[in-house]
């Protein structure tokens, strides 16, 4: 049967929004926010973006003259709620709750699932989220960081690996949980994830600070040094927490967190009016290498968990787009297994998909508790 559905997927910078009546699209865009729209709210709980995010869904359910009352789901991306296990979750007040609170993290995918429960309200249809951030398959070992008092979590893009995972092993004739690969999702947040049978047995946390620099957030960082810092009195908690997370990485070498913007600028040497860029071109393109160089790492540090036996690399996200990125990667772990390469986000099919088996099936839909 075919199904009215509205694909939410806010992103760090970004939303990503998709209707579509059965299998056919009336409108996907993906709504790129500048950093000056963001700067107010940065520090701040995430959900305080909800006004302006909320507007713009609405905005183009308007333009493309979409009733509210046709719509039969709306689902969005899952944020930071308790670890879960992969499925479809009805959004209940349960989950707004922690969502809204942040008990769990404050992170956009929190929007997700908060403004499909708004939309759903106004359209009086079922809103859901489907494999959110916090699926947590690690093996034992994984766990552990050197401090029992701090141990590893999972928290990554869960549905973007998986279904890129998924698509690639269907390609090669086999089911997603026969495989062993390595997922890399490069976007303003970077996670890269060991996929053992079907599931995700170690995975960097981008979100907290585990893995390569991002064009956003720091990544792993000496330790020694950041307790220095924390304790020097120059800085605030704010301050800290947004060189972690939304002044790390690129941004904080070059002034900018736009990847294309700054290739721009390192092939022509000219920078767009109003641009952020506050370093040489030499600077800037050490600074996206390194990037480079760290990802890198981090994909041949997942094949030391598979023992090295990978059936295949996948990279997928926004930075993907770049020609460059990932040419250089493949580089460095091309020799470890084949590389597949997917530009930007598989996450609108990947809800869609979710969606329209929950209305197919409701008895596979999931209470949060």
Known sequence: MDYNILVINPGSTSDDIGYYRGDKPVFEVTVRYSPAALEPYEGRNVTEQL????????????DHKVPLEEIDAVIGRGGLVHPLQGGVYAVNDLMIEDLTSGKYGSHSSNLGGILAREIAQYAKCPSFIANPVVIDEMQPLARYSGMPENPRISIFH????????????????KPYEE?????CHGGGGVSIGAHQRGKVIDVTNGFEGDGPMTPQRSGSTPNAELVKMCFSGKYTPRDIHLKLRGRGGLVAYTG?????????????GKK????????????????????????????????VVLKGNVDFIALTGGLMYSKYIPQEIGKYVGWIAPLYIFPGSEEKDALRAAAKRALDNPKIVQQYK
């Open 272 to 303: 767009r009016p109003g641009s952020l860029i506050s370093c040489s071109q030499e600077k800037a393109k050490m600074a996206e290498d390194a990037m480079i160089y760290q990802m890198a790492q981090y994909i041949g540090a997942m094949a």
């Open 256 to 268: 900018t967190s736009d990847v294309k913007e700054l290739e721009e600028f390192i092939r022509t």
């Open 51 to 62: 006004p302006l995010r909320r507007k713009l869904i609405l905005d183009y359910l308007l």
């Open 179 to 183: 495989v062993n690969c390595i997922v």
């Open 158 to 173: 869960a549905l973007s690996q998986k279904r890129v995972a998924r698509l690639v092993a269907e390609n090669l004739g």
